[in-house]
């Protein structure tokens, strides 16, 4: 089937090309692509432009939008670029040594100047201001790129960034410097002098707003429909019916209930909205012809499935390691802020006089305690705790609530009535669970 | 593509079906286990290695062909392989919950977006994303498609077990065993197969054995069941999984004697580092307040208490052993040591002179047992250092016979 074909190449494209952006994003883009343009064309209009907004909003794709228009508009010669674009990632490029030689890297390969991997720190610095004096005698521009701005704003000298800004004041140079952060208080850890050197110009992308839900463009049913819907002048065959059909499974009561109560949880942002699209498109495989209802819920099914992968985990454990978990969720109920596997154990220790079925030696309790540290759901207090010292006193923590132990026991097949009511109660009384438990057996 | 996730417990499976799969469908992937490599720089090595796929040769140290000393050094490779329009490559990476907190993880999934490289990666992991393992910055790693391997119920559990039966014995037998002994007795408390194999391994000739020498015929399960119950709750209450398994099973068979742990100390050590390390396990188990009364004789011995209180302190004992030791400065352990000594009539009282010109071989000696670990400093400056003891409570134990100190004069807790 071509349409399912399209949109799946179209979804798993960075840019996803084809897909209107949300009025929100459409604006900054706007604003961001006439900067860029200003500053490709009047020399010494040089800017730096910070974008903010949640994980998954859509800052890059933005960007990548807005670059690509630019590049588009002005690199007609493919030999000889206008406009070079340098990328840089906090997460990989923030030390000053790795960041320089990265620039200089692009700088060289976007224009065909040779490289030295040697050249060192300083060299490459020099080589930044050099290349960007020439270039702007060329009317060359470029365009700096900052994703993970945070990164960059967080060592103590703050060499990456006060030079790239510094090096942007002098008239004789063409350049502009795009940050893009998901830090809402990125500018106070700004050094002082390179905060003087950012312009304070900047847009915060907001993420989807509750009142919104329902809303005809930005609402998350439809962010859903432009990503699944067929553009004009594509697979025109096809391109009614496919819409048609997308546009009657997103209005289907029971995908907007599920995708409301997603939405009520946190799980809805636009990244979230785009994984679901790209699941349903999946779930309608290959041999389907039109996207269904039954296709977007499974699709939701799956994101929301991930958020409960806990309780499935401890539903798959074994008798003792709920024993020895339960055992730390009643010691932190009594007031223990972190305990230890002494601890676990001598609680553990104290339902042998409940006569159960499942009373194990203490080596084996020191096994089930390793898996359970080994599964996260007990993790150690403190960094240290861990490696110094001796084992049975490292100190940990359930890192589970509660709630979620009681629905993974009830969902175990094999669990002791016993082993409930001890999670549910301070107290047990020996008696018809006990039982039931030797019954079990 | 996108990242996919496939987590599950331990022996569920995940890379076996992930690699029959990839088998099945003839496309070759790159492996590389984050246990091996746990750490950032040598995983990067490994992971271009694998997708270089260069031989690696003993001139270079092994270390293959492209040199990543850091990310951005990883993006650059492989920013080259993507502008040369190969097949899609595959890698896959097991154990990620090793690498949970490093950013490479978070640039691993993003790779698409930072170097246009469409590579089909594959996590395998025992955590769930969605638990607070990954909680360091979740959101700063793009969420990955996921799939789950859940754990095996009973019923499962017991089919894949009946695959263990050796060659030419009976099903009906088998299977018949597994359900009365292995099921119920092992496997609830671990679901682990290898254990449960190596349990299997060790019991089920015990069980047949009366059947093949003829004793009970094969039809009468209930006198098999009383002539095994025995030996099967002896191997049970000495089940522990794991490695030590093996002999304790074996030993529970045989003999069924219990294993007398030997007294001696199995390694030596001089005779000051050995009341030195005494001195330091009373410290780290008593409280300081208890040095007076343990060690001023002029102190009230032994003030008379109500039962209540007495009560109260047994209890209080109690729990300051489980909650565990605690650290001590060095002075506090030096006193004790001296104590300990002055106790053993070796030394005759009050020889201070004598105490400091022992001093400087003191310092020698703590100082080795802090680089042996039996010693370490945990917090302070040099001026006042505290120190933890990390001996357990079996080796004090035989340290203390052999050095004729009783402990239990000493270690009171509270």
Redesign the interface.
């Known amino acids: 089937m071509q349409a399912c074909t399209i949109i799946r190449s179209r979804l798993?494209d960075?840019l996803c090309p084809g897909v209107a952006l949300r009025p929100q994003l459409e604006a900054a883009r706007a604003k961001l692509s006439a900067l860029l343009c200003n500053t490709v064309e009047k020399p010494g209009a040089n800017s730096s432009y910070l974008l903010i907004g949640?994980?998954?909003t859509g800052k890059?794709l933005l960007v990548g939008r807005a670059v690509q228009e630019l590049v588009q508009k002005y690199n007609t010669n493919a030999a000889s670029p206008t406009v070079g674009i340098v990328?840089l990632?906090g997460?990989?490029?923030s030390?000053e040594r790795?960041a320089f030689?990265?620039i200089a890297?692009q700088l060289c390969a976007i224009f065909q100047v040779s490289f030295s991997r040697a050249a060192a720190f300083a060299d490459n610095l020099e080589f930044l201001l050099d290349i960007l004096k020439t270039l702007h005698k060329g009317h060359k521009t470029v365009v700096f790129i900052l994703d993970e701005f945070d990164m960059f704003a967080k060592p103590f000298k703050q060499t990456v960034l006060y030079n790239l800004l510094d090096a942007l004041q002098a008239s004789s140079v063409q350049a502009a410097v795009v940050a893009i952060s998901?830090r809402h208080n990125v500018m106070d850890s700004m050094e002082k002098r390179v905060r003087s050197r950012f312009s304070h110009r900047r847009d915060i992308i907001l993420e989807l707003a509750i009142e919104d839900f329902d809303h005809p463009e930005s609402g998350p049913v439809a962010l859903l429909r432009s990503f699944l819907s067929l553009p004009e002048g594509q697979c025109t065959q096809h391109r009614k019916a496919w819409n048609t059909a997308v546009q009657a499974s997103l209005q289907d009561s029971d995908v907007w209930k599920a995708l409301r109560l997603l939405f009520d949880k946190g799980l809805a942002s636009p990244?979230?909205l785009l994984?679901i699209a790209?699941?349903a498109v999946i779930h309608l495989g290959s041999g389907g012809t039109l996207l269904l209802a039954q296709h977007i819920q499974a699709a939701i099914a799956?994101i929301d499935?991930?958020?409960?992968?806990?309780v499935?985990?401890i539903?798959?454990?074994?008798?003792?390691e709920l024993f020895i978990l339960v055992a730390a969720l009643r010691l932190h109920r009594k007031g223990y802020q972190a305990v230890?596997f002494?601890?676990l154990w001598?609680e553990y220790a104290k339902t042998r006089g409940m006569q159960h079925?499942?009373i194990?030696?203490k080596?084996?309790a020191a096994?089930?305690f390793q898996?359970l540290l080994?599964?996260?759901l007990l993790?150690f207090a403190g960094a240290r705790a861990g490696r110094?010292?001796?084992w049975?006193?490292a100190s940990v923590v359930a890192?589970?609530a509660e709630e979620e132990v009681s629905e993974g026991l009830q969902r175990h097949?094999?669990c002791p009535p016993l082993l409930k009511s001890w999670l549910a109660k301070d107290i047990v009384q020996v008696g018809s669970s006990a039982d039931e438990a030797m019954g079990g057996? | 593509?996108?990242p996919v996730l496939v987590?599950?417990?331990?022996s569920?499976g995940k890379t076996a079906v992930l690699r029959d799969t990839f088998a099945h469908m003839g496309i070759g992937y790159s492996y590389v286990s984050c246990i091996e490599f746990d750490k950032p720089r040598p995983l990067l090595q490994a992971i271009i290695g694998q997708l270089k796929g260069k031989k690696r040769k003993a001139a270079d140290g092994y270390a293959g062909e492209g040199k990543a000393e850091?990310?951005?050094d990883l993006?650059?490779h492989l920013q080259g392989m993507a502008s040369k329009k190969e097949a899609r490559r595959y890698l896959i990476l097991d154990h990620v919950?090793r690498i949970r907190d490093a950013?490479v993880l978070?640039?691993l999934l993003r790779l698409?977006?930072?170097t246009g490289l469409d590579m089909g990666l594959f996590l395998i992991s025992?955590?769930?994303?969605?638990?607070?393992?990954y909680e360091f910055d979740t959101?700063?790693c793009?969420?990955p498609?996921?799939i789950?391997f859940?754990?095996?119920?009973?019923p499962e559990l017991l089919q894949i077990l009946a695959k263990c039966r050796p060659e030419g014995d009976n099903e009906r037998l088998f299977s018949i065993f597994l359900g009365t002994f292995i099921g119920?007795m092992f496997?609830?408390?671990?679901?682990r197969i290898e254990d449960l194999q190596r349990v299997i391994e060790q019991l089920w000739p015990e069980y047949i054995r009366p059947v093949r020498e003829g004793r009970i015929e094969a039809s009468k399960q209930q006198q098999l069941y009383f002539a095994f119950k025995d030996k099967a709750i002896a191997a049970k209450?000495?089940?522990?999984?794991?490695l030590?398994n093996h002999a304790s099973l074996s030993a529970a068979l045989s003999a069924r004697a219990a294993l007398g742990a030997s007294d001696a100390l199995d390694f030596e050590l001089p005779f000051t580092s050995k009341v030195l390390l005494l001195a330091a396990y009373i410290c780290s188990r008593n409280k300081p307040a208890l040095d007076r009364r343990l060690f001023d004789p002029s102190s009230r011995a032994g003030r008379r208490r109500g039962t209540m209180a007495s009560d109260r302190q047994a209890e209080a004992a109690a729990e300051a052993?489980?909650?565990?030791?605690h650290a001590f400065p060095l002075e506090r352990m030096l006193a004790t040591f001296w104590e300990l000594r002055s106790a053993q009539d070796e030394e005759p009282a009050g020889a201070a002179e004598q105490r400091d010109a022992q001093s400087g071989d003191l310092f020698m000696e703590i100082s080795s047992l802090v680089s042996m670990r039996f010693l370490?400093q945990?917090t302070g400056s040099l001026s006042d250092a505290k120190y933890?003891c990390?001996?357990?409570d079996e080796v004090a134990e035989k340290m203390a016979k052999n050095v004729k100190v009783s402990l239990k004069e000493y270690v009171l807790y509270v």
């Open positions: 798993t960075l949640a994980r998954g890059s990328q990632n997460l990989i490029h030390e790795v030689r990265e890297r998901a990244r979230d994984q790209q699941h799956a499935q991930a958020q409960n992968s806990v499935d985990i539903a798959s454990q074994g008798i003792l230890n002494e601890l001598a079925a499942d194990y030696s080596p084996a096994r089930a898996r080994d599964a996260a993790a110094a010292g001796l049975e006193f890192a589970v097949g094999l057996c | 593509m996108p987590y599950g417990g331990p569920t850091q990310l951005a993006l650059v919950e950013d978070a640039v698409r977006e930072y025992q955590i769930p994303w969605g638990s607070n393992a959101l700063r793009p969420r498609l996921q789950c859940p754990g095996y119920r009973m119920p496997a609830r408390c671990s679901s209450e000495l089940f522990e999984s794991g030590q052993k489980l909650r565990g030791p370490s945990v933890a990390s001996i357990s």
